[in-house]
């Protein structure tokens, strides 16, 4: 019984993440934050404020798109930037978890 409501939830679970990565541009913008965090990082090689500093400019950068945007007669979407800063969004939540441990 419990095995088949966890595969029931993880089946609409991901179906669910699928359609919002499908609707608009997520997928793009996913990608595209993952790879801003990931040079930044790399610039930066990695210490606690590469870490921040990389987060900043991924959030700016996911701002800025979605002021393109609005100002091009579209709509703010803040999904959108959550989805471009999910790459950053782990990586913080990973190293205050280590940190703090």
Do not use: P
């Amino acid at each position: 019984r419990i095995k088949k409501c966890l595969k029931e939830f993880f089946i609409k679970l991901f179906s669910n993440l699928k359609e919002w990565f499908i609707s608009s541009n997520r997928w793009i913008q996913l990608i595209a934050g993952c790879v801003i965090y990931l040079i930044m990082i790399l610039i930066y090689r990695g210490s606690w404020s590469a870490i921040l500093g990389a987060y900043a400019a991924t959030l700016i950068v996911m701002l800025a798109g979605e002021y393109k945007d609005k100002a091009y007669k579209g709509k703010w979407d803040w999904k959108d930037i959550n989805a471009g800063m999910l790459c950053g969004n782990i990586a913080l939540i990973v190293y205050l978890v280590i940190t703090i441990i």
